[in-house]
């Protein structure tokens, strides 16, 4: 599965309102609209009380997305002042029932390394006249001057294992504390989504107390139809602090498993009782679908013929290149992992080839490698069967390791600089480095993966590590059992800057509630670190 496709069932009936004592909290979530719910009202103008979001800016350009109540015209403006003054009008889509309702326009010509402004309008498609309630964002084009300097934040594993939105804590806190760290954007490094997590009204942690839970009908099953797909990105979006997050601070989004279900691959055929439909390549395509409506990702909006995927490079500026690398969607079937030859791994061969061209065509500084799994972290799948690279046996490579294999040579060889790998995945944090000396495969540079998340889910322990590339685990913070509650243990983000100056790049793995737990500092121009 490469590609998103129409879904060819029917929307399911509406199983009933939101559950038990939480409802007036999902309905405040949104300030009151009653707009839980997939089913609205017609009457009066078109609301936008889902919020904003920017993705994907670069010194020139940007996609605002938007979700209406109804049939509406997206209209969106911006400015370089909040009073709007000489704004510039772009025309967006005409949003229906065929794309719930959500809507994307692209932002062209605008002004590099600058604070835009922008407000969306809906405005009724038999009347441009009524027009519903403007709703306003803001985000900071890439510079096109090194001296500028860069800072994004990076997490990924939202409202998995059964935490969700908990209005006793003032839900995903998180996402308000990176919001006030004013980043230029944030990399969502996959599981933006659990459509496979149920989210139950209440869980009792081991202590005696009580998580509470918004629910809705969407999020009372495994996703299976398109309709539970959109519910369950619909749902992030009932937390006030993801919607205030979104306005200010634009993203680059990356999936995984969990936007489908728990370690897919292409191909697979579930045995899974929940699931009624066990082809995922049937659900793949609907989840894909889903994302791109509610996700503003560049390549998912491709026009005029043009390949719609999730790997791509989001340039932003001369000091970074953001590689977005699809681990999911092109890889072969979970296995023990001991082949001798394997031309697919995770990337499949067109990705690689891909990726091999845009690093040796990068002239940034720093080329971030954005996975959406960890290289040298054993993640099991079963009793036999492994769902990331590493497969446990610390020789020479094997499997899915013979491609990372390959691209590392690639990167020795034509000396490229300034690559590092940021991951999510695995829900604790940490920092591996990579270096040839300690490795069965010694044909590489030296290189540094961070790890961070999750960001509103449960707590893992430490993954053991593969000693195929040699990591040294410098740094880790993990609890020590099985899905912890955010109530038990903080949640994890990481933090990049890079210098305009000296072009020194700095990383800090945070954990919610202000500490800074590791901090590295990497120097620029050199093939490994």
């Known amino acids: 599965m490469s590609h998103p496709v129409p879904d060819p069932s029917p929307s399911p009936a509406r199983r009933g309102v939101l559950r038990g004592s939480l409802a007036a909290s999902a309905a405040l979530a949104l300030g009151g609209t009653g707009l839980a719910a997939p089913a609205f009202a017609l009457s009066g103008r078109p609301r936008a009380a889902w919020g904003v979001q920017t993705g994907d800016v670069t010194a020139s350009s940007g996609l605002v997305w938007v979700r209406s109540d109804r049939p509406a015209r997206v209209i969106v403006e911006t400015s ?44 009724d498609p038999d009347d441009p006249r009524r027009t519903g309630e403007p709703v306003v964002g803001t985000f900071r084009t890439a ?3 090194r001296r500028d300097g860069v800072r994004f934040l990076w997490s990924g594993d939202v409202a998995g294992q059964g935490w969700g939105i908990n209005p006793d804590v003032g839900g995903f806190r998180a996402y308000d504390e990176m919001r006030r760290l004013d980043p230029d954007f944030f990399l969502c490094s996959g599981d933006s989504v659990y459509a496979d997590g149920v989210i139950e009204p209440s869980v009792t942690l081991p202590d005696g107390r009580v998580w509470r839970n918004v ?21 992030n979006l009932l937390d006030h602090n993801v919607r205030a997050f979104n306005a200010r601070v634009p993203s680059v989004v990356q999936w995984d498993d969990h936007e489908v279900r728990n370690n897919w ?51 932003y500026g001369p000091l970074l290149d953001v590689f977005v690398l699809d681990m999911r969607s092109y890889r072969n079937a979970n296995s023990p992992g001991r082949q001798t030859d394997d031309t697919t791994g995770i990337l499949g061969a067109e990705q690689l080839a891909w990726l091999k061209r845009e690093l040796a065509a990068s002239t940034a500084v720093w080329k971030v490698l954005a996975a959406d799994m960890p290289i040298g972290l054993v993640v099991p799948d079963g009793a036999a069967d492994f769902e990331a690279i590493a497969q446990g046996d610390p020789g020479a490579p094997l499997g899915r390791e013979l491609q990372i294999a390959e691209l590392l040579r690639f990167v020795k060889h034509r000396r490229i600089t300034g690559t590092v790998w940021l991951t999510a995945d695995v829900h604790h944090t940490s920092a591996q480095h990579y270096a040839p000396e300690r490795a069965a495969f010694k044909d590489f540079a030296p290189f540094w993966e961070f790890v961070s998340g999750p960001l509103a889910a449960g707590g893992f322990p430490a993954n053991a590590l593969d000693g195929t590339f040699g990591p040294d685990r410098v740094f880790v913070r993990a609890p020590e059992r099985g899905n912890v509650s955010p109530m038990e243990s903080p949640q994890y983000f990481g933090e990049v800057s890079i210098d305009g100056h000296g072009g020194d790049l700095t990383v800090r793995l945070r954990a919610e509630g202000g500490q800074v737990l590791f901090t590295k500092v990497l120097r620029p121009g050199l093939v490994g670190q």
């Open 143 to 145: 510079p096109d001057r």
């Open 80 to 123: 370089a002042t909040e009073s709007f003054r000489r704004a510039r009008r772009h025309h967006g889509p005409l949003v229906g029932a065929g794309t719930d309702f959500t809507g994307t326009t692209a932002l062209r010509g605008l002004p590099a390394g600058e604070q835009i402004h922008y407000r969306v309008t809906l405005a």
């Open 215 to 235: 629910t809705t009908p969407e999020k009372s099953k495994v996703a299976e139809t398109l309709a539970e797909y959109r519910g369950n990105f619909r749902y």
């Open 265 to 315: 691959y292409p191909g697979q055929i579930l045995d899974d009782p929940r699931y009624t439909e066990k082809d995922v390549d049937v659900l793949a395509a609907r989840a894909a679908r889903a994302f791109a409506e509610y996700t503003p990702v560049s390549t998912l909006h491709a026009r005029g013929g043009r390949e719609r995927r999730m790997y791509r490079v989001v340039r």
